[in-house]
């Protein structure tokens, strides 16, 4: 007789492991760096500011190179604007008083899109409207500047309308360091103080170089952020050419009864190695082979950092 043999229970099923979730595109790569597109947009400018100094007027293209991270910080990140409507009556205003940087002015509206980039071809042509020193002609520019020691008292002049017209209007002015070598500026700054315009903010482009050398070894400067700060404003120093600084010191917050100083840390000529720190770029006006060689090291630099 046979007796049946008991089966062993059958061993339970391993519990079912959930499948992976899908990889989302781009996953594994680092995160896009939020600058990027304004370090782009410098390249470009300071690439159009080299082609219009090989042009037959030339430029200032030291303090262009300089100012540019600053113009671009601003216009692209910093203003309330509208390009295609360049007169509306909410945007921000901006005094560019080093007005011989007028061709990195231009380079940034143009990228900005106040007006085709091609016209940039047209400077300091006699039927164009993009001369050496910028008119309120060309779209997004407030005023007519150029003549040294002069942007900071219309600057002030706007945030006063402003305030009194209740309007919240933001206004900055961009400052040659040279330039405060001239009194009008320090009545400027005397007045905003004491009118409290904490909608008002200055930038000073300090590359330590003015047509005729060092600013130190012309007429002394420093301590330039504490005479600033005697004169009651807010005192913010700066990298000029770093995003990752220059952009939290454009945008603090104003602080109640006070205007704000931006003292911008740059080198003349910034971005062609063979032109920083020389007042020799302080104007010129490249030849072909000059130009094909400063547009090489600006492009090398770029790639190198």
Not at 5 to 25: C, D, E, I
Not at 152 to 162: H, I, K, P, Q
Request: hydrophobic letters at 45%; aromatic letters at 6%; charged letters at 25%.
């Amino acid at each position: 007789m046979s007796v049946p043999v008991a089966r062993a229970a059958a061993a339970p099923a391993p519990p079912a492991v959930p499948s992976a979730p899908p990889v989302p595109a781009g996953a594994g790569e680092l995160p896009a760096d939020p600058h990027d597109e304004l370090r782009e947009k410098a390249l470009a400018v300071r690439e159009h500011v080299l082609r219009m100094a090989a042009g037959a007027s030339g430029a200032h293209v030291g303090g262009c190179l300089s100012a540019t991270d600053v113009l671009v910080a601003l216009h692209f990140r910093v203003l309330r604007l509208r390009p295609e409507e360049p007169r509306w009556q909410g945007r921000d205003r901006f005094v560019l008083s080093k007005g011989h940087a007028g061709a990195a002015l231009y380079a940034t509206l143009a990228e900005r899109g106040f007006f085709p980039v091609a016209e940039l071809d047209t400077y300091g042509t006699p039927a164009g409207r993009l001369g050496a020193h910028p008119t309120t002609a060309v779209p997004g520019v407030e005023f007519a500047t150029g003549s040294l020691g002069h942007g900071l008292s219309l600057a002030t002049g706007l945030a006063l309308a402003a305030r009194r017209a209740g309007a919240d209007t933001r206004v900055y002015a961009l400052l040659g360091d040279g330039e405060l070598q001239e009194g009008s500026n320090w009545e400027a700054a005397m007045s905003a103080a004491h009118l409290g315009l904490d909608n008002l903010t200055a930038v000073v482009d300090r590359n330590r170089l003015q047509i005729s050398g060092n600013t130190e070894e012309r007429m002394g400067l420093e301590p330039l952020a504490d005479k600033w700060r005697a004169f009651g404003w807010r005192v913010t120093e700066t990298d000029g050419h770093d995003f990752t600084r220059l952009l939290p010191a454009l945008e603090r917050p104003a602080e109640p009864g006070r205007p704000s100083v931006v003292i911008a840390d740059t080198v003349k000529g910034r971005g062609v190695r063979h032109l920083e720190h020389r007042k020799q770029g302080h104007f010129a006006k490249l030849s072909a082979s000059a130009y094909e060689r400063a547009l090489a090291a600006l492009r090398a630099g770029r790639a190198a950092r």
